[in-house]
């Protein structure tokens, strides 16, 4: 597979990746905001059933200028933490429009969420019994866990009994007993178990997760969590899912479960990464080239601090290499990073063009999990943001971390 070297330009818009890295420094992750309204757009059209919610999963990309263009798109977000929620907030969501989907919180989170009218959801029989103790009378969401699984990774699967997630249909009658006891009522149940391209697997968590719902009569919404992923190998031939036979599919059980149960429940979906993946690339230069006993690394400043997935995951991402054509036979190169562990690589072995200092390369579909999960080790900043407005202008929408920063917080 040839990888090739100009298919992506459309993405800057006229503008040259080369002088995005001159203008901002290496790495940048760039962002493209036609791209990020078209899939929200994607998500808002997925179904004709009128009462239907899309809450964007903030951990895929916290940035608030993204988030403020999800809010004009009329996106609702799921938070998983504090944190979130405030950004959140900031960002200009109403307390109404998020959900704290939670795992193992503080009562004192809990609380946190309650005090600033954010419907929570726990995830264990333990966390709905110290919420009851905090909140008697008061509203409440539960996850479950259905049994279903999915993801490319092990790491990312977050349904099935081997995941800390969600509350198995077994322990509904106690779930039931605690409701009671505390005079919760449960407005919602919701589920999440992991992200695929698979829209048949993705029905069928549909189907268990209404299976649990047919078990209370309280219910005002039902929310069938994330879990649509991206092509991330289009160099590859990798196709996205088909949303129109999915949205089809969605909409005939919305209308026939509301049917069932005589009144017209509320649906939401989760997307993280199908809103904020594809409007995102990765920039970054290699600084050295050379060969270990036959294999080529090409030495770059994109280490696992500015995109962890491949190392975390081994997630694929498609490389683009920018500048002039060049001579020279496609070969496997090992593309890594400058951090200082042996797992420090964002490709293995792909077949690229002869690279050399100075280059400068393209990870595509970086924009979800990419910034959200860097980290400063190595003391390295975390990189700067730049997007791509609709008119082809350019926004710096976060700084690049300056060392005094990552000082800052020490006594
Ligand atoms: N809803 C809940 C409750 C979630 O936990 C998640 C993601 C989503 C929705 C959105 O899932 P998405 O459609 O974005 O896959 N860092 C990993 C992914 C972890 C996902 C965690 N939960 C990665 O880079 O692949």
Do not use: W
């Not at 209308?255 to 970054?284: D, H, M, N, Q």
């Not at 562990?341 to 280059?359: H, N, T, V």
């Not at 202008?393 to 005094?404: A, K």
């Amino acid at each position: 597979m040839n990888t090739s070297v100009t298919h992506k330009l459309n993405f800057y818009q006229g503008h040259n990746p080369i002088d995005l890295i001159a203008a901002y420094g290496s790495p940048l992750y760039v962002y493209n905001e036609k791209i990020f309204r078209q899939r929200c757009r994607d998500m808002t059209n997925l179904t004709t059933y009128p009462h239907f919610k899309v809450n964007y999963a903030i951990k895929a990309n916290t940035n608030l200028t993204l988030l403020g263009i999800a809010i004009e798109e009329g996106l609702c977000a799921d938070v998983s933490s504090p944190g979130e929620a405030v950004a959140a907030l900031a960002a200009g969501f109403a307390p109404s429009d998020l959900f704290f989907i939670a795992n193992n919180i503080s009562a004192e989170e809990m609380a946190f969420a309650m005090e600033r009218g954010i419907l929570l959801s726990v995830d264990s029989v333990s966390q709905l019994e110290t919420y009851g103790k905090l909140n008697p009378g008061g509203e409440i969401a539960l996850r479950f866990n259905g049994g279903i699984g999915g993801g490319h990774h092990e790491n990312v699967i977050t349904g099935g009994d081997e995941t800390k997630f969600g509350i198995r249909a077994v322990y509904i009658p106690e779930v039931k007993a605690l409701l009671t006891k505390y005079g919760l009522k449960l407005k919602g149940i919701n589920h999440h178990f992991g992200s695929q391209n698979s829209k048949e697997l993705y029905l069928e968590g549909v189907e268990e997760l209404l299976s649990i719902a047919r078990h209370f009569d309280s219910l005002e919404f039902i929310d069938f969590g994330g879990g649509f992923s991206i092509p991330y190998n289009k160099q590859g031939g990798e196709a996205p899912m088909d949303f129109v036979v999915l949205g089809q599919s969605l909409t005939k059980y919305m209308e026939s479960f509301s049917k069932e149960c005589g009144k017209p429940l509320t649906y939401i979906v989760e997307p993280g990464r199908y809103i904020s993946a594809e409007c995102g690339v990765l920039l970054g230069t290699v600084h050295s080239i050379k060969e270990n006993g036959g294999n080529k690394f090409a030495g770059t400043d994109l280490g696992f601090s500015v995109l962890a997935r491949t190392t975390l995951y081994e997630s694929h991402h498609d490389i683009e290499v920018y500048g002039s054509p060049r001579d020279g036979e496609y070969s496997p190169t090992n593309i890594v990073g400058n951090q200082c562990e042996s797992g420090d690589y964002i490709a293995k072995s792909r077949l690229l063009p002869p690279l050399s200092e100075g280059d400068i390369l393209g990870i595509l579909d970086a924009g979800a999990y990419g910034y959200s999960m860097s980290s400063q080790y190595n003391h390295r900043p975390r990189p700067a943001e730049v997007l791509i407005r609709e008119d082809g202008s350019l926004q710096l929408i976060r700084r690049r971390d300056t060392y005094e920063d990552m000082l800052i917080n020490m006594l």
